[in-house]
């Protein structure tokens, strides 16, 4: 059995540094994530006036609910989704004129619906060049709160920017969503908020959210489940085994839930309080799997389902075509460079087995791509990468750390080449 320790969890940590600048008094985060988008995130609110301590292994976040510290800041949210979503909401609830960008990757990404909200809340924004993109410019006079309907079909994050802003406004909000995608990640949003002493009441779509603020406290962040998936699907595609500490049966990821597809393929998945095991079969079957709510993990199933025994369908994963690329569409690039057969539709893909030829991997800048695609290179040894690094944004050590897994894996006579 390999035990493989992963970083923090990208959605948690940048949950936690929102609400812990918004709470009363100063929260210590536990092993949060360091990469480059909660760099990035920690960076932009020390642009708008909070103070941030970043330590090994814990940073300390001083609260500001009446919002930031600044009159005036220009913010830089580089590739970070929660960066640019997050960062403004949040601003919008002080006083003074706040700029925001990003990188010409991240402006491409759509934010209507939660720069919509936000306008229909009596903030005076602005978008600066495209319409519904970054960048934007904010001249914050508080919110008072009310009534919103929104559309989250695209991103779960314009939910998540409103339910944690609702408590900084005056009257909080009422919030009622026609359409959600990645629902897990809405409960990660409510289970963290009334860690911080908010409990929002839900009835099927509609959210109230109370004002009064958040409190302060230690929070520790739990690994990254999107990021574990790698390492599960390494064991699945080579017959080895693989606990992830840290992510069990309490987990707040609904990205966890990819084990349970594995299973449906013949993995053995053992989950326990403290972790999570998954030991490969001596060959996946192939299955139709609905990934919705668990869409992050899409291009990871994509990436190994040419070594399964029937073709692999994926479906209702249409908001994958907005992230950091089109990733539907790089999976079926990448899987047909390498020999595989790939059908394609608006929201669903499906992938024939097949044997993966090296070739290089075209990234598209997004590090979702290369690690997935690096669990096919265990069984397919020469596939190589234009843009290895990008992994910086969420796992800056993966190369490293998915390295030594091999290497202790070799010469034992499993399957991984």
């Known amino acids: 059995m390999t035990v493989i320790e992963i970083p923090g969890s990208k959605s948690v940590t940048a949950r936690a540094l929102f609400l812990a600048a918004a709470a009363e008094g100063t929260t210590t985060l536990q092993r949060p994530l360091v990469s480059d988008d909660t760099e990035g995130f920690a960076e932009g609110l020390v642009r708008l006036g909070y103070r941030v301590e970043r330590g090994p292994g814990s ?17 830089f949210c580089r590739d970070g989704a929660t960066t640019a979503r997050f960062l403004p909401a949040l601003a919008a609830v002080g006083h003074g004129t706040f700029r925001f960008d990003a990188s010409a990757q991240m402006r491409r990404r759509p934010l209507a619906p939660l720069t919509r ?25 508080g919110i008072k709160g009310g009534e919103l309907t929104l559309d989250a079909g695209q991103s779960s994050q314009y939910l ?4 944690m802003l609702g408590p900084l406004t005056a009257e909080g909000l009422r919030i009622t969503v026609t359409d959600l995608v990645s629902a897990p990640y809405i409960e990660i949003t409510l289970a963290m908020m009334r ?13 109230t959210v109370p004002p009064g603020g958040y409190r302060s ?34 987990a707040l990821q609904g990205d966890l839930r990819f084990v349970e597809v594995l299973r449906r393929m013949g993995a053995v998945v053992r989950s326990t309080p403290s972790g999570t095991t998954v030991a490969g079969p001596d060959r996946l079957q192939g299955l139709t799997v609905n990934m919705r709510d668990i869409s992050d993990t899409m291009p990871t199933l994509a990436a190994i389902a040419p070594y399964a025994a029937g073709p692999v369908r994926i479906e209702d994963v249409a908001n994958t075509r907005v992230k950091e690329c089109d ?21 669903w893909i499906e992938i024939r087995p097949g044997t ?43 190369h490293r750390v998915f390295e030594a897994l091999q290497r202790s894996w070799r010469g034992d006579g499993h399957r991984t080449g």
Request: with cysteine; net charge negative.
């Open 217 to 250: 406290t230690a929070y520790p962040i739990e690994p990254d489940a999107s990021t574990a998936s790698y390492f599960f699907a390494a064991a699945a595609v080579t017959g080895r085994e693989v606990t992830v500490p840290g992510l069990g049966t309490g």
């Open 117 to 141: 909200a936000l306008q229909e809340l009596g903030v005076d924004l602005v978008h600066e060049e495209a319409e519904g993109h970054h960048p934007l410019r904010i001249v914050a006079s």
């Open 327 to 347: 990733r539907l569409e790089a999976c079926a690039q990448n899987l047909r460079a390498l020999g595989i057969d790939v059908a394609t539709g608006p929201d």
């Open 195 to 207: 860690s911080f002493g908010v409990e929002v009441a839900r009835e099927g779509p509609v959210f």
């Open 356 to 398: 993966p030829r090296p070739t290089p991997v075209a990234t598209h800048g997004d590090h979702r791509i290369v690690m997935s695609f690096a669990v096919t290179g265990l069984r397919a040894p020469g596939i190589s990468f234009d843009d290895p690094g990008c992994v910086r944004k969420t796992f800056p050590d993966f």
């Open 160 to 163: 998540t920017a409103l339910l």
């Open 59 to 75: 940073w300390r976040i001083e609260g500001r609910p009446a919002g930031p510290g600044v009159a005036d800041a220009d913010v």
